[in-house]
Nanobody, 118 residues
């Protein structure tokens, strides 16, 4: 399984923007490139959910709650996946994680905290 290191979170006011980044650590491009990778999040008292994914051919999917506000992208040469988040709302407050899709293991990175104040 692949391991990711997430970064870019922070505290932002409602309506603001953040760009998250994750890098596939200790993996080679031939392992990373074929994978569909997604950004997941877990809000306070909530289950972890998939919010966006990008496939090896850059097909993207989004949860209904973030469509039109979030954009996922990837840089295969750098083994990175990004999540541009605009028009952030308090309900977007969560720890955000990067992982392959699907991901059946219970192994996750440390995530990056996003807090949106009203």
């Amino acid at each position: 399984q692949l391991q990711f290191v997430e970064s870019g979170g922070g505290l932002v006011q409602a309506g603001g923007s953040l760009k998250l980044s994750c890098v596939c650590s200790r993996c080679i491009t031939s392992t990373f490139n074929p994978k569909t990778v997604g950004w997941y999040r877990q809000g306070p008292g909530k289950q972890r959910e998939l919010v966006a994914s990008v496939s090896d051919v850059r097909m993207t999917t989004y949860a209904d709650s973030v469509k039109g506000r979030f954009t996922i992208s990837r840089d295969n040469a750098r083994k990175r996946v990004y999540l541009q988040m605009n028009s952030l709302q308090p309900e977007d407050t969560a720890v955000y994680y990067c992982q392959t899709v699907p991901h059946y293991s219970d192994s996750w990175g440390q995530g990056t905290q996003v807090t949106v104040s009203s």
